[in-house]
């Protein structure tokens, strides 16, 4: 039986107090988490006793701390990195623990698998006890530390080498940036004890850097027989730089290879991460990877639509990792199908979705019943059922009803959890309907995970992207609707990548359902991309402050409003000098001047198909008509630009509003997002322009931001601590003040775009204001590449040409190989932690390498919904491994 005195100073008002949680094996190894109120000592000190007696397969004790109220908790330690007791030798009787409370450090992403598991390649092991009588133990964080760096210990008594550095005491890492040693206190010699942390540099003898400051003082407590005292000391700083790589973004489906089957798959990717090694980088980024069949078209060739956020696309099965067909002529016919499409400049994402899940059919007839008996996959069914089972039947339904439409599955209409038993009994009718979707899940799960493993052991950071919307019809919706709202679609306010917005379709989020069961809908989403991903970019952060909800009636995003947000009733809007009819500001202002603006010579075309006369000059849109859907549903057919522009005046009809009605509250309102720009604006008296702009901009940048923060914080800490991997965030768009303070207190990497600086003073962004926690790039996937974005506004480009790259002259175009890579070096020089540019922008510094045509490098374009996702490289990823001088010049730049 040992005895445990935790002890912890904690100022704390009246009514709260401190619980210790203790993460406690059985007999079994099976972990529970054990709760233990503290009792308070005076003078802010909290102690709690333990007494327990533990078997010898326990060798230590993970804790935290939380501060609760009334039996809530109402802070709670960083428990990411959790406090470890390595439990000593039975001969020692009593443990008293003197800890510090863990908040949340600065360089928390220091602790991420990131840094921890892939820069730095950290060995964790458990401490060997030292077998003393009585025992000083010091514990110390020093998240600093560098592959092949050890830290030590050096003091003035004996037991640390009385400061010669030669006989510095070795410390184990016990827990991640955690380090510790067992001192013989008998040696101590008095209560004081003077002492500083080291760097030792594997293979270099002697100390290479000892830490900042003054040396520290311990007035260790009296140490009785049979007893350990462990210390908790401050962090150990070092005048050691900070970590800054690069990296290379690329999506999956663009990878090219010799013996590629026309798509990027998950061979190609590990290939990938050897030429990003190679040159120099350590970061390979890509798109999302999730399953987004739906109709067996290219329109599934949208990433960010997932069926599923578990499941994996079928596409990116490398073929080559599986065993090849024993049918002689089905294995030349599938060789020559592949040969014709790997030639393809760019994806035929018909073709060879089809042509690979045909090959993945004959595949699993032949090789199916043994890889489903297999230990390998029994022990992937076991992890991965909860999702899986409905994945496979709705997959299964989908192809045999000839829909994705779960309204139109009849009696199916819903995931059923009774069905579960059926379809996961080996044996039965219904689990060997379902078998080629694990299967497939499987082959994938397997391929993926191999090729993660190849990039921690060449210490690249594979990171992925975390869409944030699922797609309407899909699987996760099926299973789970009570997530979701069905009655409005989530998209973008308008931007410089779409002046009418973004309407991406995507059902909104149910937060309230999700905040009941602590969002384990996302905890889950997180949980599972840790076991392929060592980082993880927040696809539109912004819509866990708020999302942009548009009506579902409507096509655009201009109808649209922010949810949740604090709206405005009549009295606050004439409180601004305003006088509000509600009619009139929210009904479509369509009168003569504006029909000849908008549609000229057909104008009275117009007013007789499509409209009906109210009075004087005023009229409105006829019932057939009056939504956006309607006008969209009139025009369907048709592709003559003359129709098409009749049915885009109509859109503008349609939207010609001043204030939208909020959809859940009666009698609050929302500003229209850019009303400015729309013709019922131009129509105000210039005094309601001012009280109209007034408000618009307190609504939009000033009303909502302590709500939006609180909004936030409900939901992302939950997600940031789900995993330890390394959080950035895509915050680009409207940012709301408050997205900068949630981004900084939850330590979360930032994204920086010269080109789209955000503060409003300047056109172009600082590059050395970037701050360190941020991600710095050229161009995303929803823009164009760098050398589109040359000659797309050549007065832009001069302005940047002359100021942000302080030369004299006119701008060359196009852009020249050579200022590509001061343009890319310049972002490489900025202070970001990560440094991530494009395939694309990489190649762009070299002529002769580079695409000819650029415009033939854009991978989306996200004002056109229906875009075809269908860019692949030009370049196999074994011409990039042979090409030196190429590789070389990344290289060079690279290395920061």
């Known amino acids: 039986m040992q005895t445990i005195n935790f002890h912890i100073n904690y100022d704390t008002h009246f009514g709260e107090e401190l619980c210790l949680h203790v993460l406690m094996p059985d007999a079994k190894g099976k972990v529970s988490e054990q709760k233990f109120m503290m009792d308070y000592q005076g003078n802010g000190l909290w102690v709690a006793r333990l007494r327990h007696k533990f078997s010898e397969d326990v060798r230590a004790l993970d804790y935290f701390f939380t501060m609760n109220v009334g039996g809530e908790v109402m802070r709670s330690e960083w428990c990411t990195i959790k406090h470890r007791l390595e439990l000593p030798a039975a001969r020692v009787q009593t443990i008293q623990v003197y800890n510090r409370w863990n908040a949340m450090p600065e360089d928390s992403y220091r602790y991420s698998v990131a840094f921890t598991d892939t820069l730095n390649h950290q060995h964790i092991q458990p401490l060997t006890p030292g077998n003393y ?51 013989n206190a008998a040696t101590l010699e008095g209560r004081t004890v003077e002492l500083k942390f080291a760097i030792k540099q594997q293979g270099v003898p002697g100390i290479s850097l000892w830490e900042e400051g003054r040396n520290r003082t311990i007035d260790a407590v009296r140490i009785a027989e049979g007893e ?71 329109t599934d060739s949208y990433p960010y639509s997932c069926i599923s956020i578990f499941a994996l696309h079928p596409q990116y099965a490398d073929l080559r990792q599986l065993p090849p067909l024993k049918d002689t002529g089905r294995r030349k016919y599938y060789e020559e199908l592949r040969v014709q499409l790997n030639a393809l400049p760019q994806i035929d994402y018909e073709a060879v979705n089809q042509a690979k899940v045909a090959y993945l059919h004959e595949l699993f007839e032949q090789e199916g019943a043994a890889v489903l008996k297999s230990d390998a996959f029994e022990c992937f069914f ?168 548009i009506p579902i009636e409507a096509v655009h995003g201009l109808l649209g409003q922010f949810s949740p947000s604090l709206g405005l009733t009549p009295q606050e809007i004439e409180s601004y000098g305003l006088s509000f009819n509600e009619h009139h500001f929210t009904t479509p202002f369509i009168s003569d001047w504006i029909l000849d603006r908008i549609f000229g010579g057909r104008a009275l075309m117009v007013k007789d198909q499509y409209l009906n006369h109210l009075h004087d000059d005023i009229w409105e849109l006829k019932p057939e008509y009056n939504t956006e859907r309607k006008i969209e549903a009139a025009f369907r057919h048709t592709t003559i630009q003359e129709d098409l522009n009749l049915r885009d005046g109509l859109y503008a009809l349609a939207s010609n509003v001043l204030f939208v009605r909020d959809r859940k509250q009666n009698g609050i309102f929302h500003p ?35 709500f939006w ?55 172009f962004g600082m590059l050395s204001r970037n701050p360190y926690r941020s991600v710095c790039t050229i161009s995303s996937h929803d823009m164009p590449t760098l050398r589109q974005w040359w ?76 875009h075809y996702w269908r860019y692949r490289m030009h370049l196999s990823i074994e011409q990039l491994l042979s090409h030196e001088t190429f590789t070389q010049q990344v290289k060079d730049l690279a290395v920061r």
């Open 709 to 763: 923060y609180n909004e936030a914080m409900k939901k992302l800490p939950r997600l940031v601590e789900a995993t330890r991997m390394l959080v950035c965030a895509e915050d680009l768009g409207m940012v709301p003040a408050c997205v900068e303070w949630v981004m900084n207190e939850l330590r979360i990497l930032s994204l920086e775009v010269q080109s789209m600086p955000k503060d409003s003073s300047v056109k």
């Open 672 to 706: 229209r997002i850019s009303a400015q720009l729309s013709l019922v604006y131009e129509a105000l008296w210039d005094c309601d322009k001012d009280a109209f702009n007034r408000l618009y901009n307190d609504y939009y940048y000033r009303r909502n931001n302590n």
């Open 133 to 183: 009588a009585q025992t000083l133990r010091l514990t110390v964080r020093a998240p600093q530390l560098l592959e092949g760096q050890q830290l030590v210990v050096v003091g003035d008594k004996p037991a640390l080498g009385q400061w010669d550095s030669c006989l510095a005491v070795e410390m184990t890492q016990h827990n991640h940036n955690t380090w510790t040693v067992d001192l």
């Open 382 to 549: 076991a992890e991965c059922e909860q999702w899986l089972v409905p994945y496979a039947h709705y997959c299964y339904l989908r192809d045999s009803l000839g829909t994705s439409v779960p309204s139109d599955w009849k009696g199916n209409e819903t995931w059923n959890e009774k069905d579960r038993k059926a379809l996961s009994t080996p044996g039965s009718k219904a689990y060997a309907n379902h078998a080629f979707y694990y299967y497939v899940q499987f082959v994938l799960a397997d391929q993926l995970a191999k090729a993660h493993d190849h990039a921690r052991q060449q210490g690249v950071i594979l990171k992925g992207d975390i869409p944030i919307g699922v797609s309407r019809t899909g699987c996760d919706v099926w299973m789970e609707p009570n997530y979701f709202n069905m009655n409005g679609q989530a998209g973008a306010p308008p931007d410089d990548f779409s002046v009418n917005g973004q309407n991406w379709g995507f059902p909104t989020y149910n937060w309230e359902a999700m905040l009941a069961d602590g969002c384990q809908w996302w905890v889950r989403r997180f949980q599972n991309m840790s076991r392929y991903f060592d980082a993880y970019r927040i696809d539109h952060v912004l819509g866990f402050f708020r999302i942009w909800e």
């Open 791 to 866: 000659d797309e506004n050549w007065d832009r480009t001069q302005e940047y040409y002359n100021l942000s790259l302080g030369r004299l002259g006119a701008a060359p175009h196009p852009l020249p190989g050579w200022l590509a890579r001061d343009i890319l070096a310049a972002n490489l020089q900025s202070p970001s932690m990560l440094c991530i540019l494009s395939i694309q922008d990489w190649l762009s510094i070299d002529e002769q390498l580079r695409l000819p045509d650029a415009d033939a490098e854009r991978i989306n374009i996200p004002a056109n919904p229906k």
């Open 228 to 298: 350990l005292v462990e210390y908790e000391l401050d962090q150990a700083f070092f005048a050691q730089s900070d970590q800054r790589v690069a990296g290379t973004l690329v999506p999956v489906f663009s990878l090219r290879s010799e013996g590629g089957f026309g798509v990027g798959d998950f061979g190609d990717l590990r290939m990938m991460v050897d030429w990003v090694r190679l040159s120099g980088q350590r970061v390979l980024q890509i798109l999302p990877i999730n399953d987004t069949t739906t109709t067996h078209t290219w």
